[in-house]
């Protein structure tokens, strides 16, 4: 089964990761997308990190409707910082009869090289590469490796960063976030401005 392995913080997620995970399985024809919660990205401010329960609870949340996606939470039990070598190890020998694929954003494509072990990335599975905003052009290499997929799809310009300023600030996240998200939030008390 082609499984697409979307790492994020998700603090929270949003509509932004949906329809790029919704887009991926049809353009990069993946059968699942695994959402992998991070508890600590060794590139992210973990200040203003919500606790990694908290994040999985409202990505189980957010993605309860679509059978295609799945909360993974295999990095809770995994060294910290995560590192995404550690966990495709971890994830193959737990899952040897999956195909496993990276789904990353160009953003991330550009600073690939800076990630551990990243050669070794590259020869265990395939990237599946989406647009976002970024002022530095994607490497020529990487534009043309075998196991990098780059897909045109619509630039969203929806980022977790925003969306935790709006909730500090008391303004409306309503269609930002699914609406479970927003309750969880509000029901959490997460993001406020004390905890800033």
Known sequence: MKTGLYFGSFNPIHIGHLIVANSMLETALLDEIWFVVSPQNPFKNTAVLANEEDRKLMTEAAIKDNP?????????????????????????????????SIVMGADNLINFHQWKAYRDIIE?????????????????????????????????????????????????????????????????????????
């Not at 993974?72 to 496993?100: G, M």
């Not at 600030?169 to 930002?176: H, T």
């Open 68 to 100: 295609k996606f799945k909360v993974c939470a295999i990095e809770f039990d995994l060294p910290k910082p995560s590192y995404t070598i550690h966990t495709l190890k971890a994830l193959k020998k737990e899952f040897p009869e999956r195909l496993f």
């Open 124 to 196: 265990m599975v395939n990237i599946q590469v989406y647009a976002r905003s970024t002022n530095a052009p994607i490497p020529a290499e990487w534009k043309t490796h075998e196991m990098i997929h780059i897909h045109a799809l619509p630039l969203i310009n929806v980022s977790s960063t925003l969306i935790r300023k709006k909730v500090a600030n008391e303004e409306s996240i309503k269609y930002w976030v699914p609406k479970s998200v927003e309750k969880y939030i509000q029901k959490n008390k997460l993001y406020r401005q004390d905890q800033l």
